[in-house]
């Protein structure tokens, strides 16, 4: 007796969607994993370095440095980005920002309010003009005053824009080969069990493990 080929072919639709629902499932996972990876190391990567940098210059500032001081402390912050070509500003005693450049950085509203009463690093990513970017804030305390709330403020944020590219890349390339190796393979599969099954029924004995789920399947 021989599967007949409609059930056949129902068969193996069967088979392939589910696969693909599969690999659909494991490449959301596997880019959600990527996503956080890549975000995670530019994080941990710009905090450490805007942290170095600041522990350098501040020391040469005064316990109560002014606006001249404070605006030559972002300008060398600035030149110090590097590719990440980020924009920085220091507040002191939650004032105002003061910046080198002729515009402050792009800071959410929520990281400024969180300094206050912040004694750490802080990151926030948002979205600006529909891109990515990194908001960073380092608390700096007074070396003569340990113990009291830092009185220092340096934010710094850039575009994640490079970063969310190879996000995109990583998207594009499951798409092209991913899914269809997944789906290839499943085809060659499910067609050798269903061969096995015709076989088997051609010589009249019944299916065994791993296809004997096969005795639910309707005629």
Excluded at 41 to 62: F, G
Excluded at 95 to 103: D, I, K, T
């Amino acid at each position: 007796m021989r599967v007949p080929r409609g059930l056949r072919t129902r068969l193996v639709v069967g088979f392939v969607l589910v696969t693909a629902l599969g690999a659909l499932t494991t490449a959301a996972l596997t880019f959600g994993q990527a996503r956080s990876a890549i975000l995670e190391r530019v994080q941990s990567s710009a905090v450490h370095d805007l942290r170095t940098q600041i522990d350098s210059l501040a020391l040469d500032l005064p316990s109560d440095p002014d606006q001249a001081g404070l605006r030559a402390l972002t300008l060398q912050l600035d030149r110090a980005g590097g590719s990440r070509g980020w924009r920085t500003a220091a507040s002191l005693h939650d004032g105002p920002l003061v910046v080198a450049a002729s515009a402050a950085p792009a800071l959410p509203a929520q990281l400024r309010s969180a300094t206050a009463t912040a004694t750490t690093a802080l990151v926030q990513r948002f979205q600006r003009d529909g891109r990515p970017w990194l908001a960073i804030a380092v608390p700096v305390r007074d070396a003569a005053r340990p113990a009291a709330r830092p009185p220092l403020v340096v934010f710094a944020s850039f575009s994640l824009a490079a970063q969310q590219r190879d996000v995109d890349s990583l998207v594009t390339a499951a798409r092209a080969g991913a899914l269809p190796v997944a789906l290839a393979a499943t085809l060659q599969r499910d067609t050798a069990v269903l061969r096995d099954m015709e076989a088997r029924a051609r010589a009249g004995s019944p299916p065994t493990s791993p296809t004997s789920c096969a005795r639910r399947w309707p005629r």
